[in-house]
């Protein structure tokens, strides 16, 4: 640095020092302004071993005024600065309604355990947590596998549900099988039929529906309690075949909705044809979902439910089960539709995909699964932000996979490190290289305290080769000048099909800014990892990682600057990596 240079420096650090002890009670420390330097003025990157002592000489002398002084200087050389940076208001849930009514608010989380979650489910649980949480209560997971014919559960995916609650950081308080529980379904369902509020319906569904369309009640409905009792055994004695008994719960018959109308409570399944996957053949009599879940919410102390509306015709439904049973229904919460452009939430069209092949696995990049989301490096902070943001409205949402993004970068761009990924490489011979360079840069521009990378750039007779992308062509071509970043600047004499032609220029930052030098990327030729890149639409991007990826590990996720944030996958002879967003 020169003379007047230094002065410079001096009067941007120093604003930087003063600024950063105004914040922390009149004490600046290094560090943070350093990366705050280097990230706002990348042209001292070069010349960290000299600003290094500048900054230190500076913090020592800003720390020894006391706070006054230190606001005093900044009111008068950078007023503006003082103007405080708005921070952006963190979204807070709506509160629950009636939740005082309560000594303590109880919500739960109930998947049918037959595949993985996605984001959709995501909403449910994420409102469902931070809401017990909110109140200090109690969050329950509840797996409603009670259906082993046309939803049949699969033991995998009881932990693989517990997976992903456990990675969005959604812990619960108490967990229930519904599979374990059909005693006390059989209990309850007895005593609603003891007080004649069920019976047990012998008649053909088509027959039934006919009759219940105009209002009508089917012949079973008029029997005694007595006889429904009977039936009752008889289904449990395994007197009926399947589809031959079921038993309806008393609603209004002229209920606007013929689909309320006495509706199925439980019915009978043929276990020997349809096993279930925890307990087997052992129970014929299943409990329908209104049943089980009605049940359950008594008995668990559910307080509020926080559901999609397509439950509304089931609350409905519910409401008159507990009227017979004397309780009183937990509050509701029906939110909207989440959809997101671009990408299927429908379990059955997740599973269509699957059974083609379309999808290999249910973590296919394509899909938005949390497992395929985790795979890709996107974070559960950012799903429970994005989801605190959509909220409980009753309001369809249609989101796009770039609000996700959005959230997502916020969490990982603090943190992850930079390196350079050359993806379609080609090569770049570079003549008239003056001397050896030694490139240190940043892991992270605003993080210097991260460390860096080192280059060891050696020409040959003043030669030197790297690669560097084929998606740079079109930037470089014609260019009077092109600078790779943190090294130099070059010029392109001509570019073949194979390899490209380029002339040493100078180092200066500022002569490729006065130049309008494009700032491309690149690697020593014969260094770097090979690498492949999973992207978003099961494509893969393959090119050469920058050496220092060796030292990677599973699960980091990083961004390959220019290009994108990839979680790495893994990392042997080769890098794999799943590309999460620019
Ligand atoms: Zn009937």
Redesign the pocket.
């Given at each position: 640095m020169n003379p007047n240079e230094e002065k410079e420096a001096r009067e941007i650090i120093k604003k930087i020092v003063l600024l950063n002890a105004l914040r922390y009670g009149g004490k600046a420390s290094p560090k943070p302004v350093f990366g705050k330097l280097l990230g706002e003025h990348p042209q001292f990157r070069r010349q960290i071993k000299e600003v290094s002592p500048i900054i230190n000489e500076i913090v020592q002398e800003i720390n020894a005024l006391p706070l006054e002084q230190q606001k005093a200087i900044v009111e008068e050389k950078w007023p503006e600065a003082l103007v405080e940076e708005k921070t952006e208001e963190k979204k807070q849930l709506p509160p629950l309604p009636n939740a005082k009514k309560y000594d303590r608010v109880v919500t739960r989380f109930s998947p049918n355990p037959d595949f993985v979650l996605h984001l959709g489910s995501a909403r449910a649980i994420i409102l469902s947590y931070d809401y017990a949480k909110m109140y200090n209560g109690l969050f329950y997971l509840r797996f409603e596998d009670t259906d082993s014919k046309t939803k049949k559960p699969k033991l995998e995916f009881y932990d693989a549900v517990r997976e992903d609650l456990d990675w969005l950081g959604c812990k619960w308080d108490g967990e229930f099988i519904q599979s374990d529980r059909l005693k006390i379904y059989y209990e309850y369902a007895e005593e609603l039929i003891k007080a004649g509020n069920a019976y047990v319906?012998?008649?053909v569904r088509e027959v039934?529906q006919e009759k219940s369309k105009t209002g009508q009640s089917?012949?079973?409905?008029i029997l005694s309690a007595e006889e429904n009792l009977v039936r009752w055994n008889r289904m449990l004695d395994g007197k009926y075949g399947e589809g031959e008994a079921v038993v309806r719960v008393k609603t209004d018959l002229g209920h606007p909705n013929p689909a309320v109308r006495d509706w199925p409570a439980l019915r009978i399944v043929d276990t020997t044809k349809y096993p279930h996957p925890r307990v087997g053949s052992k129970y014929r009599v299943w409990p329908l979902y209104n049943f089980s879940t009605g049940v359950d919410d008594h008995l668990m102390g559910i307080t509020h439910i926080i559901r999609g509306k397509e439950h509304l015709t089931n609350q409905a439904r519910q409401e008159y089960m507990y009227r017979h049973f004397g309780w009183e229904y937990p509050e509701t919460i029906h939110y909207g539709r989440l959809k997101i452009t671009g990408a299927s939430l429908s379990k059955s069209e997740i599973v269509k995909g699957l059974n083609s092949g379309l999808y290999k696995h249910w973590d296919d990049p394509r899909l938005a699964t949390l497992a395929a989301l985790r795979r890709r490096g996107i974070t559960p902070e950012a799903i429970h932000s994005l989801m605190i943001d959509v909220g409980p409205k009753p309001a369809d949402v249609v989101l796009s996979w770039k609000n996700l993004y959005a959230h997502n970068r916020k969490q990982i761009d603090p943190d992850a490190k930079r390196y350079f990924f050359v993806h379609n490489p080609i090569k770049i011979s570079v003549k008239n290289v003056p001397h050896a360079f030694t490139a240190q840069i940043p892991l992270h521009p605003d993080h210097p305290e991260m460390g860096f990378r080192c280059f060891e750039v050696k020409p040959a007779k003043g030669k030197a080769a790297f690669l560097i992308s084929k998606d740079d062509l079109d930037l470089i071509e014609g260019k009077r000048a092109v600078r790779f970043m943190d090294l130099f600047n070059f010029r392109v004499e001509k570019i073949e099909k194979t390899l490209i032609q380029a002339n040493f220029l100078s180092e200066s930052y500022e002569e490729a800014k006065k130049l309008g030098a494009p700032l491309i990327h690149w690697i020593p030729v014969d260094s770097g990892v090979p690498c492949e890149v999973v992207m978003p639409d099961a494509s893969v991007t393959k090119g050469v990682a920058e050496e220092s990826c060796r030292t990677l590990k599973s699960n980091e996720i990083i961004q390959f600057q220019r290009f994108g944030f990839v979680r790495v996958d893994g990392v042997n002879e080769k890098l794999t990596a799943y590309f999460a967003h620019r």
């Open positions: 319906c012998t008649c039934f089917c012949p079973c409905r």
